[in-house]
């Protein structure tokens, strides 16, 4: 037992025991301090004092976003998963180098953008200039009917869709790992953080901090996506802008989409249309719940799949689901959750939110 | 000076000593190379350590990114980690090495000539927010606000290992690689300076304060 009789105002606000008393956060049953405090009537001013010091100096929480959070650990996981690591002094270099990367991007672009149809127009002319093979040469252009896959050569992987062309910086790995695409192509890239490989469309820029991930940007449609399958991905407008912090910028997540429509001149996130499930469930072996509160299968579909899930928690906390939803996909799955517990969801920027009335 | 120095274990600890018992399960069987007790290690920790970086470094993304490495660091060595005692402990001092070294190799990159174990630490106390919510212009809300910048950022931090993250002394002195008697000396000296700053909140404004404490109470 501690000496609580000489204990000083001091004393008593530094014990985690009376601090707990103080700030009620003891269970009620552990009547310790108020028997204490009534028989040692002496120490009761002290006491006093220490507790309304307790309650006045609480430190502060610093607000914390819970999907910041998840992101953060799922971004982990998926790391261990491909292990790969990078290493710290890669990953700073990388941070310098990026911002760099987007500053130059911007004006690189600016002044290339130039000269870019131009230099493909007297490559269409010109059938010498793009042979395709990875020796170096700057432009792939896929005129037959299948999907092409060639490796780039820092290793790089892409499959460009029928009628669709990439071409290559000249530069390409010097400094950065630079492509200009016009059509539709897959990417599996390698990691290298020293050299962020972006990839140029006529709107948009896709900066790749080593990842896979789809760009549609055919000239003739509506809009452009870019749609990631794993790692992280960082999208914006590739006007010149002479200022990068006015620059929209957005950053995807697996199974998060980008879409740029023309017409509205405008970036947008959304989810993909089939989301791959990236993690086992938690909690739940295999999605099989067995009354289990809608709270907890929430979880476990946002920690699968990458996204966040909006509800009414206060309203919806006597829903629960007895349903075993293995192989369907997500958006299958939550129609048969909303269906369940009678409520609806929609998808807004990027998120699901569901809309309930509860449950009886 | 506290006249009992001895570490008793407080007995209201059982909830975090539970979630170092189960911290510690998962901790054998990550290193045995379980990814979903890795998995779980993570929802159990990084919130933790997150706030705890955050208040010793602004740059938010910064500490994510040591954060991500201290945890891909320790998967990708886990056949090397051996058994920890005291996993929160442990975790904390890892991260706080971890920061201070990547703040180190940072500062270098940027300015080469600089290079200090420079760190700040951000602890705000209820009763400071209570005032400038409830908009007390006081001139003594001024001298208050003065008065607390007065404590050292590792008293602050003392305080915050204390009071936020509920760690007996010997923890902290290992966490914060000072001898026992300086943490000691830091919270007690840290401590007056709150203690006094008190006495003349009481005097000064004492129908906010009177307010202040009855108001919440009043929310138990």
Not at chain 1, 33 to 42: L, M
Not at chain 1, 54 to 81: F, G, H, N, R
Not at chain 1, 121 to 126: G, W
Not at chain 1, 269 to 297: D, G, M, W
């Amino acid at each position: 037992m501690k000496k609580y009789e000489n204990y000083e105002v001091e004393d008593f606000i530094q014990d985690l025991y009376f601090r707990q008393w103080a700030l009620d956060a003891l269970p009620p049953q552990d009547t310790f301090w108020k028997t204490w405090q009534d028989t040692h009537p002496e120490q009761h001013e002290k006491i006093e004092e220490a507790r309304a010091l307790v309650i006045a100096y609480q430190l502060e929480a610093i607000p914390e976003d819970s999907s910041e959070i998840q992101l953060a650990i799922e971004a982990i996981l998926l790391d261990t998963k491909k292990g790969t690591f990078p290493g710290f002094f890669q990953h700073t270099w990388f941070k310098v180098a990026a911002s760099v990367a987007v500053l130059m991007g911007v004006f690189y672009f600016g002044s290339r953008s130039m000269n870019w149809y131009p230099l493909e127009k007297a490559a269409a002319t010109n059938p010498s200039a793009r042979v395709s093979d990875a020796s170096g040469l700057p432009e792939k252009f896929n005129q037959s009917s299948v999907v092409q896959e060639f490796t780039l050569s820092d290793g790089s992987k892409v499959l460009l869709d029928p009628n669709s062309r990439l071409r290559i910086s000249e530069e390409f790995g010097q400094t950065r790992r630079e492509v200009f695409l016009d059509g539709d192509a897959s990417f599996d890239i390698v990691k290298n953080p020293q050299k962020p490989f972006l990839v140029y469309t006529e709107k948009l820029v896709t900066k790749v901090l080593g990842t896979s991930f789809r760009v549609t940007a055919k000239a003739e449609n509506q809009s452009v996506y870019v749609s990631v399958t794993s790692g992280k991905v960082t999208v914006y407008k590739s006007r010149a802008n002479p200022n990068p912090a006015l620059s929209e910028e957005i950053i995807l997540t697996p199974n998060q989409q980008a879409v740029y429509v023309k017409s509205d001149d405008k970036l947008i996130k959304t989810i993909v249309e089939n989301p791959r499930q990236l993690h086992k469930p938690l909690t739940s072996a295999n999605f099989a719940y067995n009354e289990t509160p809608i709270s907890q299968v929430f979880a476990d579909l946002e920690m699968s799949y990458g996204v966040r899930i909006y509800y009414d928690e206060v309203l919806m906390k006597e829903c629960n689901l007895t349903a075993t939803l293995a192989n369907e996909p997500l958006f299958i799955k939550l129609a048969l959750i909303c269906e369940t517990i009678q409520a609806s969801y929609e998808l807004i920027d990027g998120q699901i939110v569901v809309n309930g009335r509860g449950c009886p | 000076m506290p006249k009992s120095k001895s570490i008793v274990q407080s007995p209201v600890k059982t909830s975090a000593i539970l979630q170092d018992a189960a911290g510690q399960t998962l901790w054998q069987s990550f290193r045995a190379g379980n990814s979903d007790a890795f998995a779980q290690l993570l929802h159990l920790y990084y919130p933790m350590l997150l706030n705890y970086g955050v208040r010793l470094s602004p740059d938010r993304e910064f500490v994510k990114d040591c954060l991500h490495d201290l945890f891909l660091e320790f998967w990708n060595k886990k056949e090397k980690l051996s058994d920890i005692e005291n996993l929160k402990s442990y975790l904390l001092l890892s991260f706080r090495r971890k920061l201070f070294r990547e703040t180190r190799r940072l500062k270098w990159f940027r300015e080469a000539n600089e290079v200090t174990e420079d760190y700040t630490m951000e602890v705000q106390f209820t009763i400071e927010s209570y005032l400038i919510n409830n908009e007390v212009q006081h001139e003594y809300l001024k001298k208050l606000k003065l008065n607390l910048e007065k404590l050292s950022k590792r008293q602050r931090e003392v305080i915050y290992l204390r009071f936020y993250q509920e760690m007996e002394y010997d923890e902290i002195s290992a966490i914060m690689e000072i001898n026992y008697h300086s943490v000691v000396n830091l919270i007690y000296e840290a401590l007056k300076l709150l203690r006094k700053n008190w006495f003349l909140l009481l005097f000064l404004v004492s129908p906010y304060v009177l307010d202040f404490t009855t108001s919440f109470k009043q929310l138990f």
